[in-house]
């Protein structure tokens, strides 16, 4: 059990049993503020003799005063452990615990003298004194006094068994030994807690008027004085005679005489007040989250009277209560905690007055009790009697196993009967009755208001209802919001729905609209906690440990209570009884019942956010309706005031008055006008009630009534609500009810900061809403072709939603929103859209998630980029639209993109920002391309040579942003690829179509070789991969372009001859090499064929016949290694001629659109290159498209080139034999080389007209070994 700040410390738990021992810090622990500590030089109290068990009341104590001073070691002797008897094995366990008290210190006890007579009034009679509260005669306690107790600490329900008053609890456990008694309490259940009050049946049913309490009044005299034999026994009246008043007043003037006042201390100073005495749990929720309190006069069934002098949690056994007391406590000397009791020497202590005092001293843990003996109000004599020993005394003796077992048994009895939380219960016994009677109220008020024949009757006042409803509602309410403000609040989930739910089910929301809107709000908060995280929304299971918050069974009642008793008190059985000799009978087993936990809040996520939204929506709407009354109200109250003033007015001339400006119909001439919405919020400035203000984005402001907070917060937690709800379904892949709830969130975030009457300026809009609508543009947008049932999705509305919706309405119209979500027309629209989110997300956001924004604003700008530049490339190839028409589209990608590189700027995203240069590189290859005249010759033009050497530009630029492969290496090889490409178009065109008119000293073909070797730079043929192939061709191309331009320089004769003409056959061998190794027969056949070219210009103006046949035999070597080049062809050949069908033939054209597939960002790094990968293998398939040549066009070339390879062969073989045949004649060994150049002539002929490949195939296939021995013939010689 905690304690508050100024109590001592706690009861001690050994072993089984627990033992209290009253030390001077238990003893501070009875007041309030302990910490001061205040020297008393006072009289000591007489040493007492303790009296045996005995010893009769006559005997006196000593007058002699003991000189033992009031030390430490006397007060830890003195140990109370609750033992009963020494030599007896039964223990009581009781143990009190100090709540608050209104008391500030132990007063000391004055002993009077003998004879002092206690009827003259001291000098301080009925003063107040700060160590000590004494009884009044002329004050009295509220009526019901534990609400008022439950009120001041509501930590200590659920944790308790009952709260009661201490008088409440003694006559309780006092029926079985007074059975003439007379009983009459009304029981509430909040939780496992039972409040216990005093009913007056005589205040309440008999002197009120008969529209009070009407309900309960004709129960009970319909009901109950009908079954009872003497009615007068119910009719009890509190006795006022003149002896109980005597008697009152003569107990009080004896205890102020019994104040030392000259021992009495100086008052302490008045300390600061940080936080009320009765606050035991330090709130974990800031202020500004606070719900408004009940009124006061709500909070309890009757106006509050004066309060206790003290509260306890008293723990008597098993079972734990809180008490309101106001037993007064002295102390002095040897005693430093007593109690005072004066006694009337002519009677005897009855046990009824025993159990009384042995109980008061248990319930504050006073370990002795000093008596006072008197004779017609003269002091005769003290006696100093134990605590243990007071249940063995003489004339009062009595059992406290008896006293624990009627505690356990009725406690037991209320429990499996008043099981019902929010109904009140009758606890009644008529005088001489052995049965003890248990009413459900709030039953018998709902049949009070049904007439016979079933119709309801007309209630004519208020009071016809139960007059416990409301307090009980707002005591669950105020229990609830004091759970939810505690540290352990995320244990008590459960429990605190279930009071919520209790308290909303007890309030009409018509009567009560702030106290209803806010239990809506708690729930809500509750579903949906406030500090939930909407990108990564996760919500556990809540179930409370204990389980004190529902509707309980008992079974261990069947030991005290008959077969008869044991119904349980229901609408159909109102009533339950129990007879007073059960409640005598050993209670053996745990007084507590077995509670049923509070069902846990379990569900889906979007389960958790419906249920929350559907308690803003009520709470809204109790806020609207009550609202809307009160402007009605005032309204009226204006209307009436209007109308009897303008009567005034008409019977009175309307007069000037002194000091009054009389009023013109003019406006000020600086005056602004009045738009008519007035700003709820205060200043922040200045300083306005905590209570009283929101929280908004880590900004807190004060607003002006409680209506406006709840508005606020509830707008805020349906915005939060949305939200989630919007990022569930976009992680379910709903976008179109995602879109909708994220519309939803923004126009109540609107709503929200139309309430506070600020500017969006002052409230910016979340940047996560805003982010996660850009995330939902985008993610339409690639799933285009499904966007029919997100729009379907998008137009749906629940009845929840559509009472959301005219809330907000009537708040904040959406046409003046600021910011509203729609859905796109098109990929274009839905691109722009979640552009434009992103943009305004980075305008609120922290640095964090500026690094995310800006990657993702990145993204989408490359994304509408390249679909501007698709756009601008399918008109000017589709429709045949000029360059300069869409020129415009063009301009927009550009700056879009330039966009996207200064935000991957931003975070230095080295990808992503060479990635976005590589397709402006792109984009600016697309404009040199449509930017080509199409009337008049091919030319390369100036516009073609700018937009060419801006794309080198951008590619310089990535690879700079890169500058190695180990950064990225899937973007490195694509820029590479990229700009390689680019240096080899622009070559090839200029190579191709030179300018026709060029500038003085500019050399075309120096211009196209420089290009062409920076393009074959960046073809690495020898790394494996993907790309090897399209790097090796490009290379072989590149190789046979240079040797081009080298070759034709040997035709003009520029240059060293001897050394360009070894570059043209060194680029045309490895131009060759590539070839072979991609075994393509064109171009091994074209590159072969060139080479022949490049050496039949050399046999011009060569006389010499060895360099002649030199010459020849390399062209024959040449055209022979074409074997495989001819193979290729064969088969290709022999392939389309078994072709059934070529429908289905790939074409070369597929490769260039394949190869202009833009490569764009990908929204996740982890798939950002996958575009990329799927663009590479398209090139690649398309190159081995066109490597296989199996189309017309391919056969075609084939063709033409085979017929130019059978020519060359032919002319080289008789210029051989024309040659060897002019020196055989001067050599007859040469005869044999004539006859095999004849062979090899011969097989170069197709005389069996087969295809020409499959002939010039097995041509070259006999002439290679032929052409080996005219070789070794020839080196022999």
Request: with cysteine; net charge negative.
């Amino acid at each position: 059990m905690e304690s508050t700040d100024g109590e001592a410390e706690a009861t001690k738990v050994k072993d089984e049993d627990v033992e209290v021992a009253l030390t001077p810090r238990m003893t501070n622990s009875l007041v309030i503020s302990p910490s001061k500590t205040v020297a008393r030089a006072s009289q000591a109290l007489s040493p007492i003799r303790k009296p045996s068990r005995n010893t009769s009341h006559g005997e006196f104590i000593s007058q002699s005063k003991s000189q033992e001073p009031y030390n430490q070691a006397n007060i830890d002797a003195s140990v109370y452990d609750g033992n009963l008897n020494e030599n007896q094995d039964l223990h009581i366990h009781s143990a009190a615990v100090v709540k608050s008290s209104e008391v500030e210190f132990p007063v000391q006890f004055h002993e009077l003298q003998s004879n002092t007579d206690l009827k003259m009034p001291p000098s301080n009679w009925l003063q107040e004194h700060t160590s000590i509260r004494l009884p009044n005669p002329t004050q009295k306690h509220a009526d019901f006094s534990s609400f008022l107790m439950a009120h001041q600490f509501p930590d200590c329900i659920g944790e308790v068994d009952v709260i009661s008053d201490a008088e409440n609890i003694k006559k309780l456990l006092k029926i079985p030994y007074n059975p003439k008694s007379h009983v009459s309490m009304m029981i509430h259940r909040v939780g496992k807690t039972l409040l216990i009050d005093e009913f007056d049946v005589y205040k309440y049913l008999l002197r009120q008027t008969e529209k009070e309490w009407h309900w309960l009044r004709r129960f009970f005299f319909e009901h109950v004085l009908q079954s009872l034999t003497h009615k007068e026994n119910v009719l009890v009246r509190p006795n006022k005679s003149r002896n109980v008043v005597q008697s009152r007043s003569l107990l009080s003037k004896f205890l102020y005489h019994s104040i030392n006042e000259e021992a009495r201390p100086a008052s302490p100073p008045p300390q600061p007040v940080t936080e009320s005495p009765v606050s035991v749990r330090r709130p974990s929720l800031p202020m500004n989250e606070m719900m408004p309190e009940p009124p006061l006069e709500e909070q309890l069934p009757q106006p509050s009277g004066q309060s206790f002098t003290r509260n306890v949690v008293w723990n008597f056994e098993d079972l734990h209560m809180l008490i309101g007391t106001d037993l007064p406590i002295f102390g002095g000397g040897t005693h430093p905690c007593v109690s005072l009791r004066l006694r009337d020497m002519s009677k005897p202590i009855n046990i009824l007055t025993g159990i009384d005092y042995w109980l008061d001293n248990l319930m504050c843990n006073v370990p002795e009790v000093v008596m006072c003996y008197h004779l017609d109000g003269i002091v005769q004599k003290y006696e100093l009697i134990k605590t243990e020993d007071l249940p063995h005394m003489c004339d009062c003796h009595f059992s406290p196993r008896l006293v624990r077992d009627v505690a356990q048994n009725i406690l037991s009895f209320l429990n499996s009967k008043a099981t019902k939380e929010g109904h009140t219960y009758w606890l009644f016994k008529g005088k001489d009755d052995d049965i003890v009677k248990l009413y459900d109220l709030t039953s018998l008020c709902r049949e009070g208001r049904v007439s016979v024949d079933g119709t309801e009757e007309e209630t004519q006042t208020e009071d016809s209802g139960n007059p416990f409803t409301i307090p009980v509602a707002m005591l669950f309410y105020r229990v609830a919001k004091n759970m939810r403000a505690s540290e352990d609040a995320h244990t008590k989930i459960a429990s605190i729905r279930a009071l919520l739910k209790n308290c909303l089910t007890l309030l009409d929301k018509n009567e009560y609209p702030k106290i209803v809107s806010s239990a809506h709000y708690m729930l809500s908060d509750l579903y949906v906690p406030q500090d939930i995280d909407p990108d990564s929304p996760v919500l556990d299971d809540c179930s409370d440990e204990d389980s004190e918050w529902s509707s309980t069974v008992d079974s261990d009642d069947e030991d005290c209570c008959s077969k008869q008793d044991t119904q349980s008190v229901t609408p159909a059985n109102p009533s339950s009884t129990i007879k007073v000799s059960s409640l005598c009978k050993p209670h053996t087993n745990k007084t507590q019942s077995h509670y049923y936990k509070a069902p846990p809040l379990l569900g889906t996520l979007e389960e958790r956010c419906q249920c929350a939204l559907n308690h803003v929506v009520e709470a809204l709407q109790c806020l609207h309706t009550s609202s809307t009354r009160e402007h009605e109200r005032s309204g009226t109250k204006r209307n009436k005031a209007t109308g009897v003033s303008r009567s005034q007015d008409e019977q009175e001339p309307k007069m000037a008055r002194p000091f009054h400006p009389i009023p013109m119909p003019y406006s000020p001439l600086n005056g602004s006008p009045d738009n008519g919405k007035k700003a709820l919020v205060v200043a922040k400035e200045r300083s306005a009630d905590d209570h009283l203000t929101v929280s908004v984005l880590c900004q807190q402001y004060s607003v002006a009534s409680w209506l406006d907070k709840l508005n606020i917060l509830l707008l805020r937690k349906a915005s939060l609500v949305y939200l989630v709800m919007a990022r569930t379904n976009f992680s379910m892949k709903r976008y179109g009810l995602a879109l909708r709830y994220i519309r939803f969130s923004l126009h109540a975030w609107h709503g929200m900061a139309c309430r506070l009457g600020l500017e969006e300026s002052d409230v910016p809009i979340p940047c996560q809403a805003l982010t996660l609508a850009g995330d939902i543009f985008y993610m339409i947008l690639k799933v285009w072709e499904e966007v029919a049932s997100h729009i379907d999705d998008y137009n749906s509305i629940t009845a929840t939603n559509q009472d959301m919706l005219t809330l907000l309405e009537s708040i904040l119209p959406a046409q003046e929103c600021s910011w509203t979500i729609k859905l796109p027309c098109d990929t274009e629209e839905a691109l722009a859209l979640s552009c434009l989110s992103f943009e305004k997300a980075l305008s609120a956001a922290d640095p964090q998630a500026a690094m995310v924004l800006s990657r993702r604003l990145g993204n989408v700008c490359n994304e509408l980029g390249v679909m501007y530049m698709n756009q601008a490339a399918k008109m000017c190839e589709e429709k045949n639209i000029g360059f300069q028409d869409t020129e415009e589209l063009w301009q927009r990608s550009a700056e879009i993109l330039n966009r996207g590189i200064e935000y991957f700027s931003r975070v230095s995203d080295v990808a992503n920002i060479a990635l976005l240069h590589s397709n402006t590189g792109r984009l600016l290859r697309l404009c040199a391309f449509y930017c080509v005249p199409k009337a008049g010759p091919r030319e390369f033009v100036n516009p073609e040579r700018y937009y060419y050497d801006q794309a080198i530009k951008e590619y310089q630029k990535a690879l700079e942003i890169l500058k190695s492969r180990k950064r990225s290496m899937e973007i490195w090889d694509l820029v590479v690829w990229e700009y390689g490409t680019t240096l080899y178009t622009m070559a090839s065109l200029l190579q191709d179509h030179p300018p026709l008119v060029t500038a003085a000293g500019e050399d075309v073909a120096r211009e196209v070789l420089d290009l062409l070797t920076k393009a074959l730079k960046y073809c690495d043929v020898k790394i494996p991969g993907v790309r090897q192939p399209l790097y090796q061709y490009r290379a072989a191309v590149i190789y046979m372009r240079i040797a081009g331009i080298y070759h034709n320089a040997v035709r003009q004769g520029e240059g060293e001859m001897k050394n360009t003409k070894h570059l043209a056959q060194l680029n045309y061998s490895k131009a060759a090499t590539l070839f072979m190794q991609l075994e393509n027969p064109t171009d091994i056949l074209k590159v072969q064929l060139d080479q022949a070219v490049l050496i039949e210009d050399q046999l011009q103006g060569i006389s010499n016949q060895q360099i002649l046949i030199k010459l020849h035999l390399s062209i024959l070597q040449l055209l022979v290694d074409c074997v495989p080049a001819l193979k290729s062809s064969e088969a290709s050949a022999v392939a389309k001629v078994n072709q059934t069908s070529t429908d289905n033939m790939p074409k070369i054209s597929s490769c260039s659109h394949n190869q202009n597939k833009q490569v764009g960002a990908n929204m996740d790094d982890r798939s950002k290159y996958r575009e990329n990968n799927n663009a590479c293998s398209e090139e690649i398939s398309c190159q081995n498209e066109y490597l296989t040549y199996e189309d017309e066009e391919s056969q075609e070339k084939i063709r033409a080139l085979l017929v130019v390879f059978e020519k060359k062969i032919q002319n080289s073989l008789m210029a051989l034999i024309k040659i060897y045949s002019s020196k055989s004649k001067k050599s007859s060994h040469l005869g044999n080389d004539v006859s095999l150049l004849r062979e090899m002539y011969s097989l170069s002929l197709n005389m069996q007209s087969l295809p020409l490949a499959t002939h010039l195939l097995n041509a070259t296939t006999a002439i290679t070994p032929l052409l080996s021995q005219l070789r070794t013939r020839k080196r022999q010689l």
